[in-house]
């Protein structure tokens, strides 16, 4: 299996006493394809080692009076090389708009910031078979006025899939990356790499493997305890 994309998103899991373990763990993982993000506070006692630091998320806007936000050019400057953009529990539960996504897009490219941008049907969007509506339109608002996506991953989570240890049939996945892959095919005429998150555990991971176009994965609670993620990461890649 060829190195694939392995994205560990903590959210607010980690506690300070619980970093040096963590660090413990990762320290000798020699893959750049290997990304943490952990809370804003945590980012710098993860620099400097060979795999990649991701942030949850970013602000969409570079003007120095916004109180409490951290800005991409922050971000860039202590070598964050990833930001999460327009995860759907911001969009959902942080009412983060489209167009905020979109700055926030932007912001992220002009600081060099690689983004992961998640997009992601709801379980009604799905049963209407409204899925590939609301993932173009999702893409096309996110990517509105942007003309470089080298920058740019999309992570497909349906917002079904979080945390609920449920995932989509894996002919309809495969289905589904296609159809992320070819509509900004359509747009751009480049290739895009797309992850897969929602529920990747240790249940379902070697049948996720069997997908072919799938270039990686964005992994949330399986990535909070260390031995766990880099079981997980074990058997995605063939980095350890
Ligand atoms: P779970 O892996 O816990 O379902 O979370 C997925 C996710 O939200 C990653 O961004």
Redesign the pocket.
Known sequence: MENKIVVG?IKMNMRFSEIPNYINCFKNINSKNIIICPSYIYIPYFLNYNFNVGSQNVCSLEDKGYTGEVSAKQLSSIGVKYS?VG?S?RRIKLNESSIEINKKIKCCIDSNIKVIL?IGETKEQFNMLKKDIVLKRQIKDALYDIEDISNIMI?Y?PIW???TKEIPNLNELENTVNYIKTTIYNMYKKDIKVLY????NEDNIDELNTINNLDGY?????SVNPNRFLGLINRISKIL
Request: proline residues 0%; hydrophobic residues 40%; negative net charge.
């Open positions: 998103n999460i995860h529990e998640c992570a989570e899939a979080i945390g998150g929602g529920s990747v964005l992994i949330g609670s399986a």
